[in-house]
């Protein structure tokens, strides 16, 4: 039985929540669904989840080819249009897994998540990982793709190209990158011809990424900040002993006490205040609607924000272990962090 649209009278007005005009003079809602959860929620319930936020008002929603839940997502979209949703106030996105990198794969794989979305075209396309290396669903943290290699520019551009190809036939509306960073941004923007509208980095209080952040707002590059709450749900193999907790941290717990809001709610707005597109993910009512609610006022002060910035734990939470080409190396080598691309 197809699923049924019917606005939650408890519903945030669509447009009340503020746009990013991304390159292209798309409109991209502020918030958006997330839908990552595959590892530990059921494509079923990831569908009825998107239903229930299309329903509160979220019009933005973030999908992947990976996350092996378009199909159900697809039908909540496509429930939210038959019920009165106009599809241009939708803005959906879609993302090319690590498998499909080669020329010949790139463009089936859009046209197998909209065939899966039961859509004709979505607003954003992106690159998913820089890295063309695969790991199987539920591997552990030690596992390496024995056909895995380090970035390289040719390939990416190669890859990039199929997806300017997807802008023209009208099949994306923009074209994005993500997990990128600033040492490969140096090697790619100079000859990529139709340049990145947005770039998916994590963004959350305890990892501010000012550098990265600062540098794509520069280059005219949106970001969208994506584990916004600190992901608590993570995947195991994405946990280490010295994580630390963002909902936990005694400023964002101060400052969510003087406004009666619960500490994801602070999150949320510390990455508005920073002009971040945020895409937090729940298949809760109560929490995804409070979500969606942090993009009204109030507002974060200024002497909020100002505390926020200092709270900056340097503490990555999606270290992608299992994108690394080498037994031998850390995952440090995934994220360049002496400036330059390891090899």
């Known amino acids: 039985m197809s699923p049924t649209f019917k606005r939650d009278p408890e519903a945030v007005d669509p447009a009340l929540v503020p746009i990013k005009e991304i390159a292209g003079g798309l409109r991209m809602p502020v918030v958006g669904m997330g839908t990552f959860g595959s590892d530990h929620i059921d494509a079923k319930t990831m569908g009825e989840a998107v239903l229930g936020a299309l329903q509160v008002g979220y019009r933005h929603i973030d999908g992947a080819a990976v996350y092996a839940n378009e199909k159900e997502v697809g039908e909540a979209i496509r429930a939210a249009i038959a019920g009165g949703v106009k599809r241009e106030e939708l803005f959906i996105t879609s993302k090319l897994w690590n498998d499909k990198h080669a ?144 909902m936990e941290d005694p400023v964002v717990v101060g400052i969510a006490k003087r406004m009666g809001v619960h500490p994801a709610t602070v999150c949320l707005k510390w990455a508005l205040g920073r002009g971040a597109v945020t895409i937090p993910f729940s298949p809760v009512r109560h929490e995804y609607l409070s979500n969606i609610r942090a993009a009204l006022p109030p507002h974060l002060t200024d002497e909020d924000m100002a505390a926020l910035s200092k709270i900056d734990k340097h503490c990555r939470l999606v270290k992608g272990q299992v994108f690394c080409w080498r037994k031998d190396q850390s995952w440090e080598d995934l994220w360049d962090e002496n400036g330059a691309i390891a090899r």
């Open 103 to 246: 020329v010949k794969d790139v463009i089936p794989a859009c046209e197998q998540s909209l065939k899966n979305l039961g859509l004709d075209h979505v607003d954003c396309y992106l690159i998913h990982w820089p890295l063309p290396n695969f790991h199987p669903p539920g591997c552990d943290v030690h596992y390496i793709d024995p056909n895995a290699r380090a970035y390289d520019n040719d390939r990416y551009l190669e890859t990039w190209g199929e997806l300017v190809k997807l802008q023209k036939q009208g099949k994306v509306r923009a074209i994005g990158t993500s997990s990128m960073t600033i040492a490969k941004f140096k090697q790619f923007l100079p000859k990529c011809g139709v340049r990145p509208a947005v770039n998916q980095l994590e963004l959350h209080p305890h990892f501010q990424q000012p550098e990265l952040f600062d540098y794509l707002v520069a280059e005219k590059i949106q970001p969208v900040g994506f584990c916004p709450l600190g992901s608590p749900n993570r995947p195991e193999r994405d946990r280490t002993p010295g994580d630390t907790v963002d």
